[in-house]
């Protein structure tokens, strides 16, 4: 699991913004006097477990910040929550507040999904408005092919089949096992192959596709004073037996 990233280097211009939702008021009475910009920032893996989508969550990092022009110390912005599940607030020396989500378990389990896009919403504080935000952050794809501790010909073809990705969603996919990793080739729509032959370098026993998903905006609009930048990674592991 990487480090995170410092959340300032998520400031990034020239990404293309789209509006997300309106805030509900301020608290404290009057909107902030600059823009709020709303910093988060996910990395996560698990391992897909059975065809039916349920996962083992490796680790998952989540740290949101609010931010004043989206530098200075974290603004106190409430409760906060990502698709309902409840952040928890750190205070730093200075005063400054961040949010926190580990590698907490939704209570029906983890499961895969094709959707990237979750509701933070935070309660509001002394300068934040109230506000649920629409953001995408890098979801655990659904596969379907192949599935979990399925046999795999080292001397064949070998597809990889998922739901097509969102528009704004990067994907990458790889085999690593004994030896160097070997890259799918991407066919769209959510389909990748290694061709016939790609897989002979590697050696028979346990190998692992890997699925990596990103996303990021550097400067998205939220409403009014406040606006959201994000950068978030997922790795999905689907372990296989190559014969």
Request: proline residues 7%.
């Amino acid at each position: 699991m990487k480090a995170l990233a410092p959340l300032a280097s998520l400031l990034v211009a020239g990404c293309a913004a789209a509006p997300l939702a309106t805030p509900r008021g301020a608290a404290g009475g009057g909107a902030p006097d600059t823009v709020i910009v709303i910093e988060i920032d996910l990395r996560r893996s698990a391992e897909l477990a059975d065809t039916r989508g349920a996962l083992r969550v490796f680790d998952q990092a989540v740290r949101v910040g609010y931010r004043r022009g989206g530098r200075g110390p974290g603004l106190d912005a409430g409760e906060v929550s990502l698709d309902g599940r409840p952040l928890r607030r750190l205070a730093g020396g200075r005063g400054g507040v961040n949010y926190l989500l580990g590698r907490d378990d939704p209570a029906a389990g983890a499961e895969a999904r094709d959707d990237p896009w979750v509701t933070l919403a935070n309660r509001g504080g002394p300068s934040v408005p109230d506000t649920d935000a629409r953001v995408k952050l890098a979801p655990f794809p659904v596969v379907t092919e192949p599935a979990p501790n399925q046999a795999v010909l080292r001397s064949e073809e070998l597809a990889v089949v998922m739901l097509p990705p969102a528009d704004g969603v990067w994907y990458r996919v790889s085999l690593t096992g004994a030896g160097s990793a070997v890259f799918a080739s991407d066919l769209g729509q959510g389909r990748w192959l290694f061709p016939t032959g790609s897989l002979a370098q590697l050696e028979q026993g346990r190998a692992r596709v890997l699925i990596e998903v990103e996303t990021s905006c550097g400067n998205c609009e939220v409403a009014g004073h406040l606006r959201a930048a994000w950068s978030s990674r997922a790795e999905l592991e689907v372990p296989v037996t190559l014969l």
